[in-house]
């Protein structure tokens, strides 16, 4: 059975518990939010990696859609500063000697 948590779909499945040399991993079923820590990662690591800083847009909208008190502008700011920072404008040369 399905429910609503925290505006995200979550189904109610028991999934077998893993554990690597004694450490116990999450469950496949379980969720947990993200964290400042975790948009910092996107806004400095990942959205330098993207084609425009208009994909950042799309981006900021996708995890506002997850996140009701995702504060957007602060996102974007961050992330374009690190996308502008990892490509430069560089300048036009655009003489033509004919």
Do not use: C
């Not at 554990?19 to 079923?29: E, N, T, Y």
């Not at 947990?32 to 909208?61: C, H, Q």
């Not at 859609?65 to 996308?83: E, G, L, P, S």
Request: without cysteine.
């Amino acid at each position: 059975m399905a429910r609503l948590q925290n505006s995200v779909l979550v189904e109610d499945v028991e999934y077998p518990q893993l554990s690597i040399g004694g450490k116990h991993l999450p469950s496949a079923g379980s969720y947990k939010p993200m964290t400042r820590s975790n948009y910092e990662f996107l806004a400095d690591m990942v959205a330098p990696l993207m084609g425009w800083p208009s994909a950042i847009e799309a981006m900021a909208d996708e995890l506002q859609k997850n996140n009701h008190a995702f504060k957007r502008d602060k996102f974007i700011k961050r992330a374009v500063k690190a996308w502008e920072d990892v490509n430069p404008v560089e300048e036009l040369d655009d003489y033509n000697p004919y």
